[in-house]
């Protein structure tokens, strides 16, 4: 088991659908992130929880929202999505302040809108 | 902007041989940097970082190279197997964000 898991690995949803994306850590980090990775492009980097706080969203559309009730879970929640927004939502948790700043990533939610 | 970006989209090699993955960066002030691995169907690894006040780092079978005066960096594999397909990342941190490269698509032929 990795120490950053998410559930569901694929998601199928519609457009007029809500769903929501579930990120565990299990490695005692104080942050943790959402990334969307479609192909061809970049990860692009949606929003950053540190202590429980989000400190960076992307300028990500409405229809994606956070939520991060302690240090070791964050969810996206999902309502009226685009047939644009398939793609692979990563979610990764870091230890800001310490001497180890790498991501640590999970599977990733493999998410198509119909 | 900042940016951190690799230089080719694919890349092959005959099984057994070195290979090398290039990556360059913008921002000369970026002190830290890591190699990520990403298989399909799974999210990035971490294989390896190094730090500004470094010029080169191994770990097991990859080296990586960090030149600060062109602001490049390379990732060696030595010996290449076939696990080591994937594609692969150079990423940057800044604030409180990480830049990622578009990723080299690493295949092994046997």
């Known amino acids: 088991e990795t120490g950053v898991t998410q559930t569901p690995r694929h998601l199928v949803m519609g457009m007029t659908n809500k769903k929501s994306l579930k990120c565990e850590q299990h490695l005692g980090h104080n942050a943790m992130y959402w990334y969307k990775q479609s192909a061809k492009k970049p990860l692009e980097l949606m929003f950053v929880?540190?202590?429980?706080?989000?400190?960076e969203n992307n300028s990500v559309p409405s229809r994606f929202s956070p939520e991060c009730p302690n240090s070791s879970h964050l969810f996206l929640h999902l309502h009226t999505l685009q047939p644009e927004d398939s793609a692979l939502y990563l979610c990764?948790?870091?230890?800001?302040?310490?001497?180890?700043?790498?991501?640590?990533f999970g599977s990733g939610t493999q998410l198509s809108v119909l | 902007g900042e940016s951190v970006g690799l230089h080719l989209p694919t890349l092959s090699v005959q099984e057994g041989d070195n290979s090398i993955i290039n990556c360059a960066y913008s921002n000369s002030a970026s002190d830290y940097f890591i190699w990520y691995k990403q298989e399909s169907g799974k999210g990035p690894q971490f294989i390896i970082d190094i730090r500004s006040n470094m010029d080169k780092r191994q770990g097991q079978r990859v080296t990586v190279l960090l030149n600060k005066t062109v602001k490049h960096l390379s990732l060696q594999i030595a010996a290449t197997q076939p696990g080591d397909s994937a594609v692969y990342f150079c990423a940057g941190p800044s604030g409180n964000q990480f830049y990622f490269g578009t990723g080299t698509s690493l295949t092994v032929i046997p």
């Open positions: 990764a948790s870091s230890q800001v302040g310490g001497e180890e700043e790498k991501l640590f």
């Open positions: 929880y540190s202590l429980e706080e989000r400190v």
